[in-house]
Every structure is written in C-alpha cells, then in structure tokens.
C-alpha cells in the first residue's frame, strides 16, 4: 500500500554514479574512480538518466585530473621549485577541487530531482 508521499515511479537509479563521483573527490580517490569506469563501461540495460549521470561523472572526473595536473606541471615549467611554485599549485588545486566538488553537489540534487546533468549534451 502507497503513502500519500510515496513515489508513484521507480527511481532512476542516477543518485548511484553521482555519490561515487563525490565518494571520488572526497574519501577514496582510486577506489571511486574505478567504480565510475566500471559503470561507464558496463553500462548495458540501464535507464537513459543513470546513464547521462553517469557519463557525466566519469568525463567531470577525468577533466578535474587534467586539469589539475596540467596547471600544476605548467606551474612547475614557469617557477620551478620555488614559493611561488608552491604558493600557485595550492590555490590552484584548491579552487578547482571545490569547483568539482559543487559541481557533483549540484549534479546531486539533479539525480535527486529526475533531472539530468549540468553537461554538455554532445557528451552524453
């Protein structure tokens, strides 16, 4: 018997992706990220929103790392090891890491809500 607050369809399942994306950016680094590529590549039968979140979260995943990565080595080739070097790569990394990390609180409430992602729908 269905409560007067009960869903009257079945979840979409698109929460799951997005929690793994923030599990990635926030406890467990590799372990997350892994789970996202294992849902990307195995992603037969699933609903179209998991599936767009799910896309999205490992591409948001993979661009955070390049990003990151790139800015912090472009640094190093301008500095090198130097104050400004460190000072740089800490606000760098800190800045985008929190840019990601709304983002999937963002994409959160989406899944949440039956929505899909804030992404490029080319890419989905």
């Not at 990307?40 to 790392?65: Q, V």
């Amino acid at each position: 018997m269905q409560y007067s607050g009960g869903r009257e369809k079945a979840a979409s399942g698109a929460v799951v992706p997005v929690v793994w994306y923030l599990l990635n950016l926030l406890l467990i680094p590799v372990i997350g990220f892994a789970v996202l590529a294992w849902f990307y590549l195995c992603r037969s039968g699933e609903n179209p929103l998991r599936r767009a979140h799910t896309r999205a979260s490992f591409f948001m995943s993979i661009i955070g790392a390049f990003l990151i990565g790139s800015g912090v080595a472009l640094a190093w080739l301008a500095f090198g090891n130097t104050g400004h070097f460190w000072t740089f790569a800490l606000v760098w990394a800190i800045v985008l890491h929190t840019g990601f990390v709304l983002w999937g609180v963002v994409s959160l409430a989406f899944a949440m809500s039956d929505k899909p992602p804030l992404f490029p729908a080319g890419l989905l």
